[in-house]
């Protein structure tokens, strides 16, 4: 299969829109999310967009995500590393292994980068830390 034909845009819009439903009743992202979201809608049309640029190559998404991130307060690891639990719980409802095991390498590559980038701008005397080497029992 293709890059462009790992998934259809409606695998995309279900993930996104299930993820963030996940997330919005997650007892620790949930509060982190409902306080920067201004726009639901908004945001999971950018994140749909985001996706799909990712899974599909369609370019629908220009943006800096890294920014919005960073300027996130008292963001840790473990806090990535639920969230990358929420993504794979939610790539279970998929019945298309290219599309999970894609989508799950990138959920891991945009975790760890954000993650790095976090950490880097937060305390940039210290070396970052691996999302590997981070605790998940914290949360």
Same mark, same amino acid.
């Given at each position: 299969?293709?890059?462009?034909?790992?998934?259809?845009?409606?695998?995309?819009?279900?993930?996104?829109?299930?993820?963030?439903?996940?997330v919005?009743?997650?007892?620790?992202?949930?509060?982190?999310?409902?306080?920067?979201?201004?726009?639901?809608d908004?945001?999971?049309?950018? /994140?749909?967009?985001? #996706?799909?640029? &990712?899974?599909?190559? =369609?370019? @629908?998404y220009?943006?800096? $995500?890294?920014?919005?991130h960073v300027?996130?307060?008292?963001?840790?690891?473990? /806090?990535?590393?639920? #969230?990358?639990d &929420?993504?794979?719980? =939610?790539? @279970?409802?998929?019945?298309? $292994?290219?599309f999970?095991e894609?989508?799950?390498?990138?959920?891991r590559?945009?975790?760890?980068?954000? #993650?790095?980038?976090?950490?880097?701008?937060?305390?940039?005397?210290?070396?970052?830390?691996?999302?590997?080497?981070?605790?998940?029992?914290?949360y």
């Amino acid at each position: 299969m293709a890059d462009a034909e790992i998934c259809t845009e409606a695998e995309i819009t279900t993930l996104v829109h299930h993820f963030y439903r996940r997330v919005r009743q997650d007892n620790v992202l949930g509060p982190i999310f409902e306080a920067h979201v201004a726009d639901w809608d908004e945001h999971l049309e950018r /994140m749909v967009r985001f #996706w799909s640029s &990712l899974l599909r190559r =369609t370019g @629908t998404y220009s943006g800096t $995500p890294m920014p919005r991130h960073v300027a996130l307060p008292d963001l840790e690891g473990p /806090m990535f590393l639920r #969230w990358l639990d &929420l993504f794979g719980q =939610t790539l @279970t409802e998929f019945d298309n $292994p290219p599309f999970v095991e894609q989508a799950q390498e990138f959920a891991r590559r945009v975790a760890r980068s954000l #993650w790095y980038g976090y950490q880097i701008s937060h305390q940039p005397d210290q070396p970052p830390m691996e999302l590997a080497n981070v605790s998940p029992g914290q949360y």
